[in-house]
């Protein structure tokens, strides 16, 4: 299933650390979301500006610094609700008066994009995916390849199991999966086929996964 033709759609990646940001919003009114502002906020608002496209908010996967690190002085540049999850770790959760904390479902409207948010704690306590048909930025929850590390402050490998298994795994197979890093062989890939070649979202059961996949 191709990519929905109302929807905006951009991944750059940014930075030392192969992040992908993202522009996310809708086509008709060319009002957008940036996703995890961080590395090169003079880019990101020039992209938008080339593109004629207008910044109405800001979407968090997570408070890692190199998700966040460009929110200050992207939020000094448009005066915009930045939301997060209300579940995120206190000592991550970015200090602004434009934060907005949001709970597992709720739903974020850009224009008439109505995004989903999904929460998927495990790398942190808040991290959450945004969800819009059959496109996920699915930030560091899961990679292509891969998934998030847990063995950092607030991480819980756990809680990773169930975010994986439970909520992210029981989406529609055609689901475009868009991470927050350029870790993997593709910049995304689909559900389906992630759950053929992804060794975090193949095990047999929660002890596997501890054992075989997170040395626990």
């Not at 350029?182 to 070649?197: D, E, I, V």
Request: aromatic letters at 8%.
């Amino acid at each position: 299933m191709p990519i929905p033709t109302e929807l905006i759609l951009k991944q750059m990646e940014l930075g030392p650390m192969a992040n992908f940001l993202y522009f996310l919003g809708d086509k008709h009114v060319r009002e957008i979301a940036i996703v995890d502002p961080a590395w090169d906020v003079g880019y990101l608002c020039a992209e938008a500006e080339r593109n004629n496209y207008t910044v109405t908010m800001i979407l968090l996967t997570h408070g890692h610094p190199d998700h966040v690190n460009g929110l200050n002085e992207i939020l000094s540049r448009y005066d915009v609700p930045a939301y997060i999850s209300g579940h995120e770790a206190p000592f991550l959760m970015p200090e602004h008066k434009n934060i907005i904390p949001v709970e597992d479902g709720h739903k974020i409207k850009i224009g008439t994009i109505e995004i989903k948010c999904l929460l998927t704690p495990g790398h942190t306590p808040g991290c959450q995916l945004f969800l819009y048909k059959n496109v996920l930025i699915s930030g560091d929850t899961l990679f292509i390849n891969g998934c998030g590390r847990c063995d950092l402050p607030g991480s819980d490998p756990r809680k990773m199991y169930h975010s994986l298994y439970n909520v992210l795994i029981k989406l529609p197979d055609d689901t475009m999966i868009y991470p927050g890093h350029h870790y993997g062989p593709t910049p995304w890939a689909t559900l389906a086929s992630q759950k053929k070649t992804n060794p975090y979202l193949t095990c047999a059961n929660l002890e596997e996964f501890l054992h075989e996949r997170m040395g626990v």
